[in-house]
């Protein structure tokens, strides 16, 4: 089946250190890859996403890249900010307009 | 612009009761798409309205039931309540669908959150 699996949370760093949230998925067929983040009290928004195989998607100094034979999309920011706190949610797209989450990393970014 | 607004915020309700949740799109989006947060699990998929219709349906039994109402906006129905409907539940809308391509134009809401007691 399609399923999405993620490094649990909570990832702790301090500001201006390296992240990398992995995210690995199964799927059949060549799905759409997606990053969403949830702000505290907020709605998940779109961060970034890549089509195909070897696309990236980058955003926000965020980027992710669509790696075919791993089938992942870690998502990595060079310099983190106490605002990048917040949950990541790693999806894919299997068609008909549903999207499959995974259960979402926590990221505590602290000064 | 607003957003897409859920109401209520939070629901309590006891084992075997029903609950309604609303939910209100961006104005101009015709589909909307419901999701269940449960804790420990990701995001769910729930029901996809558009224009009025039920387009596709997620892995839930069917005491889950929606509608979407002429302006768009749509209802969750969980009726006969469990414990384990506990969760957070998610509304987001998009435009229309056309056909193909993934749905990444979708906004979410804040949720609401369903504790079953």
């Known amino acids: 089946g399609n399923s999405v699996t993620q490094m649990e949370g909570p990832v702790t760093l301090s500001e201006e250190a390296f992240l990398t949230i992995n995210c690995t998925y199964t799927?059949?067929?060549?799905?759409?890859l997606f990053w969403y983040v949830q702000y505290p009290g907020e709605g998940l928004q779109l961060l970034l996403k890549a089509t195909k195989a070897d696309d990236k998607g980058s955003n926000k100094g965020f980027e992710a890249t669509y790696r075919k034979e791993t089938t992942s999309f870690h998502l990595e920011k060079g310099s983190v900010q106490v605002s990048d706190s917040a949950v990541y949610f790693c999806a894919l797209y299997i068609g008909f307009q549903k999207l499959v989450f995974g259960t979402g990393t926590r990221l505590l970014v602290s000064p | 612009e607003a957003g897409v607004t859920q109401s209520p915020t939070h629901l309590i309700k006891t084992r075997g009761q029903q609950a309604t949740l609303r939910c209100s799109p961006i104005?101009?989006?015709?589909?909307v798409y419901w999701y269940q947060q449960a804790l420990g699990l990701g995001l769910q998929f729930l029901l996809w309205y558009d224009e009025g219709e039920e387009r596709n349906r997620g892995n839930f039994p069917p005491r889950f039931s929606g509608r979407q109402f002429p302006n768009y906006s749509s209802e969750l129905n969980v009726n006969a309540l469990e414990l384990e409907d506990s969760a957070l539940y998610l509304c987001a809308s998009s435009l229309a669908f056309d056909g193909q391509g993934a749905s990444e134009k979708l906004f979410f809401g804040s949720g609401t959150q369903l504790s079953v007691l």
């Open positions: 104005s101009g989006h015709t589909s």
């Open positions: 799927a059949t067929g060549y799905p759409s």
